[in-house]
């Protein structure tokens, strides 16, 4: 059985930083395409990051709104994911979710995600 769990997020300042893992267990996900994804109350599961490794090349993906502020990782060894989050804003408040593809897919299409975690929360205060 596939399995992704986050672990990492919590309550914090705004500027202050948290660092999310996923662990990955029933199969590897090296050169998959994984993702993070957040989502609040009042709005639909939106995109933060993502993150593949093509032909030995790793690639890495933001939203705008994260850009600059957070960074998408994998320790392969380990099969886990992380984003390192920076400068966050109370606007950065959700669940957030991390996700894999078993097969090549574009990073914007979550339907095409095959594995979810429960996700996180991450709370920032203002």
């Known amino acids: 059985q596939v399995r992704l769990i986050e672990s990492g997020g919590g309550l914090v300042q705004t500027g202050g930083s948290l660092r999310l893992s996923c662990a990955a267990s029933?199969?590897?996900?090296?050169?998959?395409?994984m993702g993070w994804f957040h989502q609040t109350p009042e709005r639909e599961r939106e995109f933060v990051a993502a993150?593949?490794?093509?032909?030995?090349?790793?690639?890495?993906y933001y939203s705008d709104s994260v850009k600059d502020r957070f960074t998408i990782s994998r320790d392969d060894a380990k099969n886990t994911l992380f984003l390192q989050m920076n400068s966050l804003r109370p606007e950065d408040t959700a669940v957030y979710f991390c996700?894999?593809?078993?097969?090549?897919?574009?990073?914007?299409?979550?339907?095409?995600?095959?594995?979810w975690g429960q996700g996180t929360q991450v709370t920032v205060s203002s």
């Open positions: 996700a894999a593809a078993s097969s090549s897919i574009h990073y914007l299409d979550q339907s095409k995600y095959t594995y």
């Open positions: 993150i593949s490794t093509v032909t030995g090349v790793t690639y890495d």
């Open positions: 029933g199969r590897t996900f090296t050169r998959a395409v």
